[in-house]
């Protein structure tokens, strides 16, 4: 049971160039969602997903789209980068009903120069 | 608006140590409350939660918590820090709406343990 797992764990990109953020759950979870991490700032939501086909935006969704074709995987996609989204992403998922405890995969750090 | 104080944004202890780590909240109605602590290169991991009941709770690694509805606070507590409890901690407000529960973060507290 490998729970949340993301890819890559580092990336640099150049302003304006493209890229995916992938996020795995192998717990069978109908709820997955993304932030960003900055100093000083805590998470901020960005992205989540209600289940497979479901998704809505969050605190911070500007600059990124997400799609969910199954119930495990969520990417993220970051369609021209901007320095400003330099930040620590992590992807979280968590059950439907009763224990809302969310769980965490070990986050990617994206630069963008 | 929802939101969440952490009021100090760095700590430091001896080890051995008692440690409080402050919350406080804005939520109209009775919120969910967690504390998660981030170890460096980390995701986070859940130390303890409160969604209603005994206002004291117990979490792993010999941390509690208080929910003081007076005082909308929700502070962590340790009778005893040890070296390996140097992390960021970061308590956060479960809301319910479009049936999903978002995840309100404070800023975090950072802990330094000195041996």
């Known amino acids: 049971n490998a729970g949340v797992t993301q890819t890559p764990k580092f990336q640099v990109l150049k302003t304006g160039q493209s890229m995916t953020l992938q996020c795995a759950q192998d717990?069978?979870?109908?709820?997955m969602s993304w932030y960003r991490q900055d100093p000083g700032m805590g998470l901020r939501l960005i992205h989540y997903?209600?289940?497979?086909?479901?998704?809505d935006q969050g605190e911070v969704p500007n600059g990124y789209n997400v799609s969910r074709s199954t119930t495990e995987d969520f990417p993220l996609r970051l369609l021209s980068a901007a320095p400003s989204q330099t930040s620590v992403y992590f992807c979280?998922?968590?059950?439907?009903?009763?224990?809302?405890?969310?769980?965490f995969g070990p986050g990617t750090r994206l630069t963008v120069t | 608006a929802q939101s969440v104080t952490q009021p100090d944004i760095h700590i430091t202890v001896s080890e051995g140590a008692s440690l409080e780590l402050r919350c406080n909240y804005s939520?109209?109605?009775?919120?969910?409350l967690f504390w998660y602590v981030q170890s460096p290169g980390q995701g986070l991991q859940l130390l303890l939660k409160?969604?209603?009941?005994?206002?004291l709770v117990q979490g792993i690694k010999g941390f509690e918590a208080e929910f003081k509805r007076s005082q909308s606070s929700f502070n962590l507590r340790k009778p005893s820090v040890h070296w390996s409890d140097a992390a960021e901690y970061f308590c956060?407000?479960?809301?319910?709406?479009?049936?999903?529960?978002?995840?309100?973060f404070g800023a975090g507290t950072r802990l330094a343990v000195h041996p």
């Open positions: 979280a998922s968590r059950t439907e009903t009763g224990n809302y405890e969310q769980y």
């Open positions: 956060a407000v479960g809301l319910l709406g479009g049936g999903y529960n978002k995840l309100i």
């Open positions: 939520y109209g109605a009775t919120p969910y």
């Open positions: 409160y969604f209603s009941g005994d206002t």
């Open positions: 997903s209600v289940g497979a086909g479901i998704t």
């Open positions: 717990m069978n979870h109908e709820y």
